[in-house]
């Protein structure tokens, strides 16, 4: 069991280690653009690969415009991609997302940003930076906003990484 225990703790502190995370700050998301290597591959298997993780992380919903040979955007929703709670309520919010993406030799360049907020299917006119004072704190009654959001940034943003270096290696 104490072995089990130990190997179960091994992966969980790998996989947390290995997330991207992006802060939620006034201005936006921080770092951004965000930097990082990539295994060895062509610009064409660079693009392939995006448009093909895109493609099955969004279910075939997303968007690519702007192909170049070595970056593209991909604007894509994600449900439920941060809430709020009030009077004992949860609201959970869908957000139409935007990521640049370039390939500068063996490393990318990634800008990521939230373009539109959605209450059901209601386009809200706030921004994701609405919830937050000058200072950076969540505004009252929005505590679990900024934590629920940069998750959801964390999930996608590993998840295209971990794509993309499988997909370096097949």
Do not use: H
Not at 29 to 47: D, H, S, V, Y
Not at 121 to 135: H, R, V
């Amino acid at each position: 069991m104490k072995f089990c225990l130990s190997i179960i703790f091994l992966f969980t502190s790998i996989i947390t280690n290995s997330q991207v995370r992006l802060e939620l700050t006034p201005k936006g998301f921080e770092p951004n653009p965000l930097r990082g290597k990539l295994p060895a591959m062509t610009n064409e298997k660079f693009i392939e690969g995006t448009q093909l993780w895109i493609q099955e992380f969004s279910r075939g919903e997303a968007d690519i415009s702007e192909v170049t040979e070595n970056s593209l955007t991909i604007d894509a929703f994600r449900d439920n991609a941060f809430f709020y709670r009030s009077l004992g309520d949860t609201f959970f919010q869908k957000v139409k997302y935007r990521i640049k993406v370039a390939k500068e030799g063996n490393e990318y360049v990634l800008s990521f940003q939230i373009t539109e907020i959605y209450s059901k299917k209601t386009l809200l006119k706030s921004g994701i930076t609405d919830y937050l004072t000058s200072d950076g704190k969540t505004k009252d009654g929005f505590q679990d906003v900024k934590p629920s959001i940069e998750k959801t940034v964390g999930i996608i943003l590993d998840s295209y990484f971990r794509y993309m270096n499988y997909f370096a290696r097949t």
